[in-house]
């Protein structure tokens, strides 16, 4: 599969009517409006009274009865994880070595000891992939980072599934970023500043944590000799300790930044100064980090913004909050041209949302899972209501455990049916059902013996990311305590005499085994897909602690609002 699309640009012509939210520099909004698209592009974009395009003029129109935006874009998320739940954070911490070190086994109990085992698995693998892919679209995520794999032999690839993978696209005019860089990159300033000089865009971790040993992990981007290792290729992921004036020199050598404002809430208790990189220059999307400290999705992710906004006075916008999730990450992969907004000439990726509201913005910051009504990627429509589906799907019928189309699924109370079938599909992954994905994984979970070690020994990785794209078979999850492959998410350039940034290169093996906690895995459950089936997990928000009291209480209401939609 390596260099191949995650759909080949045949997609059938399709005429989508609604209101169309196209989020162009314009920010051009028809209220009544068809989106033409065919062979993975869109067309055109027009009002629903004119004529349709060359081409078109056979093609009957669908009427959504809803309101049509871009596909969300989520340039922060640890995929695999999202099988887990939320963490109980045991105390406020205030850098990245606190929480993942030998000094909170909960950590590992209930996080990195159960990957580790799962990512071993091979019948879970498959189960994983089939699950955390579907809990993104659902959410309307169509691009993400990707799930890296290992094989047995120890190379790493990246899988190339339905949701578009940011370091494994397959296409030509949406390059790859990368969000590891190799040892040598990340301890040594030169190396670093070559990597990022070149045309590549790097998604690494920086300053995760609010306190000076996170705050020096951006102070080591300033060299001895004044220059500064910052370039636009430079996407920094949380930068939680960065002040007014770091942001400053951010913007001024092209950086930008990944917002998740609940991880960081939840871990630290406050997040990053979102206003100052704004006013700044730093152009800021959202991710929603991972299941254990974060949103669900970035659907999620986007509510969680708006309540923290406003809680703290941050003049931001409902528009200026789905350009975070839309065309700001697209900007900052360089894809702005092909993808990020509804325009013609660019990727046919979309989402419909239920009716419609006055403000087009505010109604994706509000809806839930149960209010998406399509999601479209490449131009093939891959889940949505059974009407939309089965209009735009030739042959798709509603049928039970059917593993590549029209599995019928429950989400907030409402029938949704999944397209899963895919020309480029590991076959290991297209056997899975979401229904045998979620029996699997429930088992995997209860299953943990009292006695499982929580840090199994890694396997040692060959350094070389280059194997062949997609390949499930026999493969494990290349995360934590499952592979070491000699690449870091985070720089760890030296200052004052040591090496910065949380989990240091060097003697990974017995760093990994010196975190095993003396605590045993113990049986876990597996959460809903869908948040607004969900509503324990914005009640389990509403007693987190380290949350600032008025944003917990808007999360508990929220989680009143899904239990309303649930019944």
Known sequence: MSGVAIDPASSPPVALRGRVVSLDRAATVLDDGVVYARDGAIIDVRPAAAPPPAGFEA??????????????????????????????????????????????????????GPMGVLGRQPEVVPAIVRYVEVRALLGGTTTSQGIALASNAGIVSHFRG????VESTGDP????????????????AEHFLARISGTQKLLLHLSEGVDRPAHDHFA??????????????LIGIHCAALTAEDFRVFAGHGGSMVWSPLSNLLLYGKTADVEAARRAGVTVALGSDWSPSGS????????????????????LSDLELVRMATTSPAQMLGWGARLGSLEPGKRADLIVLAGRTDDPYGQLVRATEADMHL???NGITRVGTPGLMTSLVPGLQARANVSAAG????????????????????????AVTVAEAERRLEAALAAFPA???????PLRAAVSEVGRDGEVAGSLLAVANVVDNHMSPRPHLPLRGRLTGPNLPGNRDAELLAMAAPLPLQALQLEPLAAVDNPGFYEALGAADNVPADVRQQLRQLGEAHATVIH
């Not at 080591?220 to 290729?233: P, Q, S, V």
């Not at 992710?301 to 708006?306: G, I, P």
């Open 59 to 112: 093609v009957e129109v669908t009427p959504t009865h809803g309101t049509l935006f871009p596909g969300l874009i989520e340039l922060h998320n640890h995929l695999p994880y999202d099988v887990l739940s939320l963490w109980p954070v045991p105390r406020r911490f205030t850098n990245r070595d606190q929480w993942s070190g030998k000094s909170t086994p909960q950590y590992h109990q209930l996080i990195s």
């Open 162 to 165: 339905l949701v578009r993978n």
């Open 173 to 188: 005019d949406l390059p790859p970023a990368a969000t590891h860089i190799a040892d040598i990159e990340a301890t040594d």
């Open 220 to 233: 080591a981007l300033h060299l001895a000799d004044g220059r500064w290792a910052i370039t636009e290729n």
């Open 296 to 315: 669900k999705n970035l659907l999620g992710e986007l509510k969680v913004a708006r309540i923290y906004a406003d809680a703290v006075g941050i003049p």
């Open 375 to 377: 999601v479209m990627i």
């Open 407 to 430: 599995e019928q699924i429950r989400i907030g109370g409402r029938t949704r049916l999944l397209n899963l079938a895919q020309a480029t599909a590991d076959a290991r992954v297209a």
């Open 451 to 457: 006695g499982t070690p929580s840090t199994p020994r």
